[in-house]
């Protein structure tokens, strides 16, 4: 069954560093979406995409984040400059239909 | 702004038993439900969804109940099995993106 993949699974940082998250998305979906949960919370919206722009953002989803499809498969998001309270479980998803499908998250931890 | 309730943190049932994981929301934007199991360390799963045009959606042991006019809708797992133990969220379409709104989860645990 097709999945979306997201790499690294951990990613550590240091506060005011660069990190860009990884998803590969279900090869024949067309909108995309990048998700985060901070620990003890909501799972949040962060972000939409479709058709190489975006679609629709949250108040989450700042001037240090960014995101883009650098080619047919990956989808990336970019936090330029992290935060202490960037650390969450990051995760990317894809629409098929009426129904979005989740990666296993990107665990990032800003120290 | 929880558009998206779920007051319930935690609910155990005895192995068999039904579980009834309920969720309220208060955006009438809404035209479409999921419901999403998650382990830790993964990400969301989904389990089943209803159109707000439907009243009821039947997968298995899963039943998923809307009521429009009460703003409710709740899921339904029977018989409740040891490997059900996770957390629920209920999850809501809105938008021409299609975004999701999450409620808070449920942790469901199924004891044996």
């Known amino acids: 069954e097709p999945e979306v993949t997201q790499t690294p699974s951990h990613q550590v940082t240091q506060m005011g560093q660069e990190v860009i998250l990884r998803c590969v998305p279900i090869s024949n979906h067309l909108y995309f979406y990048w998700y985060r949960q901070i620990l003890g919370q909501k799972v949040e919206f962060l972000v939409s995409f479709y058709n190489n722009e975006i679609s629709e953002k949250s108040e989450i989803f700042d001037d240090q984040f960014s995101v883009e499809r650098p080619d047919g498969s990956n989808f990336t998001l970019k936090i330029r400059s992290t935060k202490l309270e960037d650390s969450a479980m990051y995760f990317c998803a894809s629409r098929g239909g009426e129904k979005l499908f989740f990666g296993s998250g990107t665990q990032l931890s800003v120290l | ?112």
Request: aromatic share 12%; net charge neutral.
């Open chain 2, 1 to 112: 702004d929880q558009q998206v309730k779920q007051n319930s943190p935690s609910l155990s049932v005895q192995e068999g038993r039904i579980s009834i994981l309920n969720c309220d929301y208060t955006n009438s934007m809404f035209d479409y439900f999921l419901w999403y199991k998650k382990y830790p360390a993964e990400g969301p799963t989904f389990l089943i969804s209803i159109s707000s045009i439907k009243d009821k959606n039947e997968d298995g042991r899963f039943t998923v109940f809307l009521n429009k006019s009460a703003k409710h809708l709740s899921l339904h797992i029977v018989p409740s099995q040891p490997g059900d133990s996770a957390v629920y969220f209920c999850a809501a379409l809105s938008g021409s993106a299609r975004q999701l709104t999450f409620g808070s989860g449920t942790q469901l645990t199924v004891l044996p």
